[in-house]
């Protein structure tokens, strides 16, 4: 068959500004000619044996070549990219395949199909950034024509999907160690002693600040109490008293007397002596922060200690600096006849006008000389204005000062009537130059920033520490409709169209984003929907609290991202699995009755040679009928369709129904199902969705567990909740899968030769209808050790005994 010709002008085609951010994607990963790492290996390897080929490739295109991170039987790393095959792959969304390159016109002349390695086929998928951008391949070649078989398709871009993933790693952890470490250097040149401990008050760390201040190194501190290694017992002690008296609770006079204020919400400085490693005291003033991971689980405490004796010095040489008064000191008596003179003028003036106070003894006029000439009128006539009030006078101006050039100086003074009538003045004058320099570069980066706010694809919302509303960048404007308005909180939902994600709800005031981070949380992808321009625009939304540098709170910063065109490619998503599943389920109930029968010998009798496949196909239109009942039950769940008829009732009879319901299939792989204890308690429940989920849970240990071996359905009771347990002695669950134990279509072993069946959608269906009885569902498990999924349920109380 004669391929048809294609253009390689149009087929390789794509915008510059397109290309210039692919690239820019690209290295922002920064992997780009680093060293070889298993972890990638692993992929090719496995996409070369899956795919029957002699070599695999993970290839990333740059502007001018293919640089490969993996390479199975390939020697070179690289080749030029306009003779790269993957430089078709990118251009598309899905797999590019050449099942026979001499056969096609844009690959015939190639120098490696006609050279090495001679490819003659190619397969290859775009490696896609979670922005769009398709950084490389993930592709298999071989010297031989042929095609990928549908499976194997589906698992070359499943390899790459989680080449991609892989790719998110590497580039998250290279962010974190380059954050531990500007962390490390920060505290190790930091100017106050630092010490980290755990949450019991042991230390794990010393700055070398500490071990200066205190003379003990930090191997003679790590492992040791803090308060029993450097705090007195006496001191401790009647802190220990005050605390108890003042917070109404006993405080032990150890480390707790450190920490028990924070646990009231109050951060304070106190001052302590700490003990030195010569038996000294050095006198510190002492603050504590505790420590909280992503999760505000308290990880342990940083102390930070400031040297007091130092502090007395700095403070006794800035007494002595403000004696000196950098500037000029002046007092300027001012006559309204135009006789005016400095009765007194600091040696500061030479900084400020390089004149002496002798030259000024007489007149004014030598500095009205040395003030800038476009200045003049303007200094002249604040001095008229201020005599004239007596009001304070403060004014900035240039001074063109011999030795430094032009220079800002910024004067203040305060004027008193004299009983002649004239004004007497005390006031200082200082050179702000430097000020003004950080004043203008200042402006400068607002001006920046406020330009790079507009420019952003992402609405930006900030508010201040009363809940007034000080920003909506250009984009927040465009989706709310409006601007920042003097609204209080509270009218926040109706005045910008604020709603749930079903676009019907108001959302109310305590469910804002924006408030809640106002509050102190910190609120991570919350969906909500915007009506300001009348339709519906879904958006997620991060919100975090501002504090100022002392900690105080300052306001609130929100982002909303805009995930409409997202949530419409999920709903027609839903709408064709929807659609083709019930067009299927007429087809496959005929299908499966007819193999039924024939396999039943009603339609006559069967030929031997015929029952295995008959056989076969009859197990597989029941496992297509099960996919697509898990389909429709999913697509009910996500449209809000499925109803639940809550009903209270006793637990343990439907435990034991579940068990009966499941025994045959549970003999079948030599399980034996057993009910272990259960408390007399009732449930408010949907009877039949109930049992859908023991099946599941049950089906799936059975079928995981080696023959012979016994599932162990049992429930518990705790602080009015039931949980519900089934443990197996299976292979457990491998810690590569936990993360995906739950999402829809996730098994454990995707591959086509994998020992279990299943459609990877019940753990998922489980999930979502314990959650709409209220409940929540997860799992325990320890690779080759067995697993033990369990679900909680809100318990009623004890159940009625019968009589």
């Known amino acids: 068959m004669e391929l048809p010709q ?37 992929f090719t390897e496995l996409a070369a044996r899956l795919c029957e080929t002699p070599i695999a490739l993970i290839s990333l295109v740059d502007d001018r070549r293919q640089w490969f991170k ?53 397969a290859g998928t775009p490696l896609t950034s979670p922005d769009g951008y398709n950084l490389g391949t993930l592709c298999v070649i071989d010297r031989e024509p042929r095609r990928l078989s549908a499976e194997q398709r589906d698992t070359l871009e499943r390899l790459g999907r989680q080449v991609i993933r892989l790719f998110e790693q590497h580039l998250l952890a290279h962010r974190y160690a380059e954050q531990a470490a500007l962390q490390q250097a920060m505290l190790d040149s930091a100017s106050s002693a630092v010490l980290v401990t755990r949450p019991d008050g042991v230390v794990t760390s010393v700055n070398p600040t500490a071990e200066r201040m205190l003379g003990h190194s930090e191997q ?37 007397v450190l920490t028990a204020p924070l646990h009231r919400g109050r951060r304070e400085m106190s001052e302590w002596r700490l003990r030195h490693r010569s038996g000294a005291d050095v006198p510190v003033l002492v603050g504590v922060t505790a420590i909280h991971d992503e999760q505000e689980e308290l990880r342990g405490y940083l102390v930070n200690a400031y040297d007091l004796a130092y502090q007395e010095q700095l403070q006794l040489r800035l007494q002595q600096i403000a004696a000196q008064v950098p500037g000029m000191l002046f007092q300027f008596h001012w006559r ?122 992402e609405a930006v919302i900030a508010c201040d520490a009363d809940g007034c509303l000080t920003l909506f960048n250009e984009k927040a404007k465009q989706w709310h409709g409006t601007d920042v308005a003097p609204v209080p909180p509270d009218e926040w939902p109706t005045r910008y169209q604020l709603y749930h994600p079903d676009g019907v709800t108001l959302l109310r ?91 039943s010998n009603v339609m006559g009798e069967v030929p031997e040679a015929m029952h295995e496949l008959l056989d076969i196909a009859q197990q597989n239109s029941q496992r297509l009928n099960a996919l697509i009942d898990d389909l429709l039950d999913m697509d009910k769940l996500h449209a809000g369709k499925m109803r639940f008829a809550l009903l209270r009732q006793p637990l343990q009879p439907q435990l034991e129904l579940a068990l009966r319901s499941n025994r045959n299939y549970a ?47 049992s429930a518990t009771l705790s602080d009015g909740r039931v949980r519900i347990s089934v443990r197996d002695r299976g292979p457990g669950i491998s810690a590569d899968f936990r993360e995906r134990v739950f999402q829809k279509f996730a098994q454990a072993d995707s591959s086509d030769s994998r020992q279990q069946g299943g459609t990877g959608l019940g753990l998922a269906i489980s999930k979502e209808l314990i959650e709409r009885m209220g409940g929540q569902i997860g799992f325990e498990s320890e690779p080759g050790h067995g697993a033990c999924f369990w679900f909680e349920l809100p318990s009623e109380g004890l159940a009625k005994e019968s009589p």
């Open 509 to 599: 005031p305590e469910e804002i984003p924006l408030l809640r981070a106002l509050h102190g949380e910190h609120v991570c992808d919350h969906e909500m929907v915007l009506l300001g321009q009348g339709e519906p625009r879904h958006v997620l939304s991060n919100a975090d609290p501002l504090y100022t540098s002392d900690g105080q709170p300052m306001g609130a910063v929100a982002v909303l991202h805009d995930i409409t065109e997202r949530k419409r490619i999920e709903r027609l998503q839903r709408e064709f699995i929807s659609t083709v599943s019930h067009e299927l389920r007429t087809p496959l109930t005929s299908i499966t009755g007819a193999l039924g029968l024939i396999c």
């Open 6 to 42: 294609a253009d390689p002008a149009s087929t390789l085609s794509m915008t510059p500004v397109r290309e210039l951010s692919r690239l820019a994607a690209l290295l922002r990963y920064e992997i780009l000619d680093t060293p070889e790492e298993s972890a990638f290996d692993d």
């Open 667 to 713: 003999e079948q792989h030599g399980v034996v199902l057993q009910l272990g204890t259960c408390p007399a308690v009732t449930v408010e429940i949907d009877a039949m969705r109930l049992q859908q989920v023991l099946s599941n849970l049950l089906s799936n240990a059975a079928k995981f567990s080696p023959a012979g071996e016994q599932v162990e359905l």
């Open 70 to 122: 993996s390479r199975v039987g390939l020697e070179v790393s690289e080749t030029p990219r306009e003779i790269s095959f993957c430089t078709y792959t990118i251009l598309g969304e899905e797999i590019f395949e050449v099942p026979d390159a001499l056969q096609d016109p844009r690959f015939c002349h190639n120098p490696l199909v006609v050279g090495d390695p001679h490819i003659r086929f190619y």
């Open 220 to 256: 003679e501190l790590v492992g040791h109490q803090l308060t029993s290694a450097l705090f007195r017992r006496e001191a401790l002690q009647r802190r220990a008293t005050l605390l108890s008296n003042e917070l109404q609770t006993p405080i032990e006079p150890d480390f707790a």
């Open 336 to 457: 309204p006849d135009g006789a005016s003179c400095f009765p007194y003028v600091s040696e500061g003036v030479e900084q400020i006008y390089g004149l002496s106070p002798g030259q000024l003894a007489g007149s004014f006029a030598p500095i009205i000389a040395r003030v800038y000439a476009l200045d003049r009128s303007a200094l002249l006539g604040s001095i008229r204005e201020a005599a004239a009030e007596l009001a304070p006078w403060h004014i900035e101006h240039r001074v063109e000062h011999p030795r430094k050039g032009l220079i800002w100086v910024e004067a203040r003074a305060t004027p008193l009537q004299q009983v002649d009538g004239s004004v007497l003045w005390h006031g200082f004058v200082t050179d702000i130059t430097v000020r003004k320099a950080e004043q203008l570069e200042l402006e400068r980066q607002q001006e920046m920033n406020r330009r790079l706010l507009e420019a952003l694809s």
